[in-house]
């Protein structure tokens, strides 16, 4: 951000090499090119060059700090990207940073922005995702946490078979469990499923020897995560009581 016309010159290459639409994603400014204006200039640069869709992470860049720690410092503004939707009404504006909810989305879509983008809590909480087509139309059924292992199952061993990059059999075992850490988070056995998975995706040995189903279903029962708990569904209630919790897991 420091340098808009290099920015620009670079969707320019992009934009004459692909046959797709394409985006910036950045922040609010750098350092101490911070100002609103300088960011007006930014997005009148690049879109001069057929940039129409910017996703802007609604905190400046600070280069010298760590970025786990600039996600969550200096504070969001949020409403510069609304002012941004109001300047520029011909591009499409995806607001972004410290979005937690589904709630929260719906409200700032309906306030006027085109796209929400959520962060970190995709990663800790993916399943608060299965409500997400009735945020999209109002309509679609959310999948449970059982259907969702199950068609994750389906994608990742395609994945593991193509073998990514050439890498090891375990390397790309942990790196298709890893999205699972997360999928219980918010019920009794989240924190269990934490553990149990992170243990596993530690044993090289079974990585590299069983499946990813068998690796997921031992985990399933190392945790103790009974039919009931994945058959929830969202909006459930996920303080069940012990005796839902436990029931032997059908096959
Ligand atoms: C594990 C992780 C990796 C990320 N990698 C990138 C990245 O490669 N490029 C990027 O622009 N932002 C990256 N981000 C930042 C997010 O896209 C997002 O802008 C930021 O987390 C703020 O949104 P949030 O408050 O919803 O988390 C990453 C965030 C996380 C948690």
């Not at 950045?26 to 910017?54: I, K, P």
């Not at 995806?94 to 929260?104: D, H, K, Q, V």
């Not at 040995?205 to 945790?223: F, I, K, M």
Request: net charge positive; hydrophobic share 45%.
């Amino acid at each position: 951000m420091f340098d808009p016309p290099l920015v620009a010159a670079c969707c320019a290459a992009i934009i004459a090499a692909v046959s797709i639409p394409v985006s910036v994603k950045c922040r609010l400014g750098v350092d101490e090119r911070d100002s609103y204006e300088e960011l007006v200039e930014f997005v009148e640069t690049v879109s001069s060059v057929g940039v129409r869709h910017f996703i802007i992470h609604a905190r400046k860049a600070i280069l010298g700090l760590d970025t786990v720690k600039n996600r969550s410092v200096p504070p969001l503004r949020h409403d510069w990207v609304f002012r941004l939707r109001e300047r520029f009404p011909q591009h499409r504006f995806t607001i972004n940073g410290g979005i937690a909810t589904l709630e929260a989305a719906r409200e700032l879509l309906a306030a006027g922005m085109d796209g929400v983008m959520i962060g970190r809590r995709a990663n800790a909480e993916p399943y608060m995702f299965a409500g997400v087509s009735s945020l999209v139309d109002g309509r679609g059924e959310a999948p449970s946490r059982r259907e969702v292992l199950h068609r994750y199952l389906e994608y990742a061993l395609l994945a593991q078979r193509a073998n990514w990059d050439g890498k090891m059999p375990e390397q790309v075992a942990r790196l298709l469990l890893t999205p699972l850490t997360g999928l219980f988070h918010g019920t009794r056995v989240g924190a269990r499923w934490r553990q149990v998975l992170s243990e596993t995706m530690h044993d090289r040995q079974r990585l590299s020897t069983q499946s990813l189903p068998e690796l997921v279903s031992s985990c399933l029962d190392g945790a103790q995560v009974s039919a009931a708990v994945l058959d929830l569904l969202p909006g459930a209630p996920s303080a069940l009581p012990p005796s839902a919790l436990y029931p032997s897991r059908p096959a």
